[in-house]
């Protein structure tokens, strides 16, 4: 049977005018200029309710991503930064000193350098200065001259760390009385996820300066909202940012005073979704931590399973995490190695996020760190070391299914699964 011939583009065009028409006349809808033509997924220009509150940037190859950003931060800020023997970025021409003697200094003056910052840092009693060499000197050669010169204080490099991840971007009520400490950028504390939570902050002279990494990691412990809820929704939270915007990343005096802080303010467990190279000052500030009875969380780092160990993850004592995705895979750019101890959701995952959208897709062992941190947080309210080692002892059984067996690339097993937020929760 033949049918005769229609204008299809015609009459569609026709009825959608005629529909349009009689909503008009039927809600007195007011005219809106609505864009030229009609796209697959509905009107050309207007976001579904999900895009509104989740930015789905791609994240970029975690591999290679903190390999590039220190190139890029050695080529882009040559006048602030300077690499070290290792190649790792650090601030252009300053030395760190921890506990050095009288002597040293003076003879560190007497080659030219002066002093910035001097300093005994709250809560762990032990002095730390910052000495800035002239124009031209060899930071290297400074240091190796003060480790010979004085072998009982520790001299380094004022390196700098960056986050182990990416991210596109007091009221009573559950978990108040648990405490958490966090080292990283700043929070923005007006986000809705941080409603019900009490921050308490350091740093950057007072100033909140919010942060799309501390956001994330922040959110991923103590938030909680319609489409989010962390590890302790509504905990305390002690933020120390040592960035304060700067674009270089956090210097590890900033970090030492930090945890100094931390310690004054009696907080159990740190979360440090930060990662960079070994450095003698940061690693006696974790370790002056630890014998005061803290408990040290830290992202192990995404530079691939056979790159060198990063820290603090990697010092002893220190709780180093990992990643997974959504079926318990480790995240294939996840380190591996003997200081991995837990594993928790690290990918397919969303957190908050400064501006809008207010929700970003995030990626990488920093943000799987901040989820073990607050569930043992929920164990150590306060320092203590028998309890931390009881704390870590009794989630490594939780998560071993009654056993407490590691291995390097899950450590004692994964944690927190049911904490991911997927992205198609958001829909």
Same mark, same amino acid.
């Given at each position: ?30 005219s809106?200029?609505?864009?030229? /033509? ?35 931060? @050695? /080529? ?17 021409g ?7 003697s ?8 007497? @080659? ?6 001097? &300093?005994? !840092? ?24 003060? /480790?010979? =010169?004085?072998p009982?204080?520790?001299? %380094? ?36 996820? =941080? &409603?019900?939570?009490?921050?308490? /902050?350091?740093?950057?002279? *007072?100033?909140?300066? $919010?942060? $799309? ?19 302790? $929704? ?5 933020? #120390?940012?040592?960035?304060c ?13 930090a ?22 000052? !940061? ?7 630890e ?18 160990? !990063? ?26 190695g003997?200081?991995?101890? =837990? ?13 809008? $959208? ?18 043992l ?11 931390? #080692?009881?704390?870590? %002892?009794?989630? +490594?059984?939780? +998560? *071993?299914?009654?056993?407490?067996v ?22």
């Amino acid at each position: 049977m033949k049918f005769p011939f229609v204008n299809l583009r015609g009459l569609l065009a026709a009825l959608l005018v005629c529909g349009m028409a009689s909503a008009h006349a039927q809600l007195g809808l007011p005219s809106l200029p609505l864009p030229g /033509r009609i796209g697959p997924l509905g009107l050309d220009g207007l976001r579904r309710p999900v895009d509104q509150l989740l930015d789905r940037a791609p994240l970029p190859d975690l591999g290679s991503l903190r390999v590039d950003t220190i190139k890029r931060l @050695l /080529r882009d800020h040559a006048t602030q930064l300077e690499a070290d023997p290792n190649g790792e970025p650090a601030l252009r021409g300053e030395v760190l000193a921890w506990s050095p003697s009288e002597t040293a200094l003076q003879a560190a003056r007497d @080659l030219g350098a002066t002093v910035v910052r001097d &300093e005994v !840092l709250p809560g762990l009693g032990d002095r730390m200065v910052v000495l800035r060499l002239p124009s031209g000197a060899s930071t290297a050669a400074m240091v190796e001259r003060l /480790r010979a =010169f004085d072998p009982g204080g520790a001299y %380094d490099f004022n390196h700098v760390y960056t986050g182990s991840g990416a991210a596109d971007g007091v009221r009573a009520g559950e978990g108040s009385a648990v405490r958490i400490g966090l080292v990283d950028s700043g929070v923005d504390g007006t986000h809705p996820v =941080f &409603e019900d939570a009490a921050i308490t /902050r350091w740093g950057c002279g *007072g100033q909140v300066v $919010p942060a $799309p990494h501390g956001t994330a990691v922040a959110a991923l412990m103590v938030g909680r909202s319609e489409h989010l809820r962390g590890a302790a $929704p509504g905990a305390s939270l002690y933020a #120390a940012d040592v960035y304060c915007g700067s674009p270089v990343g956090g210097a590890a005096d900033r970090i030492a005073a930090a945890l100094g802080w931390l310690d004054q303010q009696g907080v159990g467990v740190v979360n440090i979704s930060l990662v960079g190279p070994a450095n003698a000052l !940061l690693g006696r500030a974790v370790a002056a931590m630890e014998a005061r009875g803290h408990l040290l969380v830290a992202a192990v780092g995404n530079d691939g399973p056979a790159a060198p160990p !990063l820290y603090p993850a990697s010092y002893p004592g220190v709780v180093g995490v990992t990643a997974v995705d959504r079926r318990g895979r480790p995240l294939p750019e996840a380190a591996r190695g003997p200081q991995v101890k =837990f594993a928790a959701p690290g990918s397919q995952m969303v957190s908050a996020a400064p501006g809008a $959208p207010p929700y970003r897709q995030v990626r990488g062992t920093s943000f799987a760190a901040p989820i073990v941190a607050a569930l043992l947080a929920k164990r150590l309210p306060r320092p203590d070391g028998a309890a931390a #080692a009881r704390a870590v %002892d009794a989630l +490594a059984r939780e +998560a *071993g299914g009654g056993h407490a067996v590691a291995n390097d690339e899950t450590g004692y097993g994964i944690v927190g699964a049911g904490l991911r937020t997927d992205p198609a929760d958001l829909r």
